[in-house]
């Protein structure tokens, strides 16, 4: 039951996200032709979205998942003419904390995988702030010693 009501939850919010407010449904046959009719089936399954919405969250390893979206956000921010040397954007924070706590990662995971990502783009030549791996370092510290 609780299953059910996530999926559907989840389905609901990409639908919003999109700005959708209700999933969308093909035009009826008849007052359609065939051939119009499979061209609006065509353009609503052309991204492939219907997969991911209708697809168990509990299925996903959240934490691989998890770790590849800071790894990206992280490689977006370095990008950016502003040197923000590794600190994400309050808008990246808060997509990044909404999906620790939506699908359950665990906060010491989160530092441990940016701690990394941190790592490695400083040994790529990248600017990083050492305040934000002292940061994580200390969070996971902290953990490991049962603070």
Not at 78 to 102: K, M, T
Not at 105 to 110: A, N, Q
């Amino acid at each position: 039951m609780k299953s059910q009501y996530f999926t559907k939850s989840l389905s609901q919010a990409l639908y919003r996200a999109t700005g959708q407010a209700y999933k969308p449904v093909p035009p009826k046959q008849s007052s359609v032709a065939p051939s119009k009719a499979q061209g609006f089936a065509d353009k609503a399954s052309k991204h492939g979205m219907d997969e991911y919405i209708t697809a168990d969250p509990v299925r996903f390893s959240h934490d691989h998942l998890f770790s590849k979206l800071q790894m990206l956000t992280l490689e977006y921010r370095l990008q950016e003419q502003i040197c923000s040397l590794g600190w994400f954007s309050p808008g990246q924070v808060f997509v990044l904390d909404e999906y620790c706590a939506r699908y359950m990662v665990r906060g010491c995971h989160r530092h441990v995988s940016l701690l990394s990502d941190l790592l490695n783009k400083a040994d790529e030549g990248h600017l990083v702030d050492p305040t934000l791996i002292h940061y994580s370092f200390a969070f996971c510290a902290s953990h490991v010693h049962g603070n």
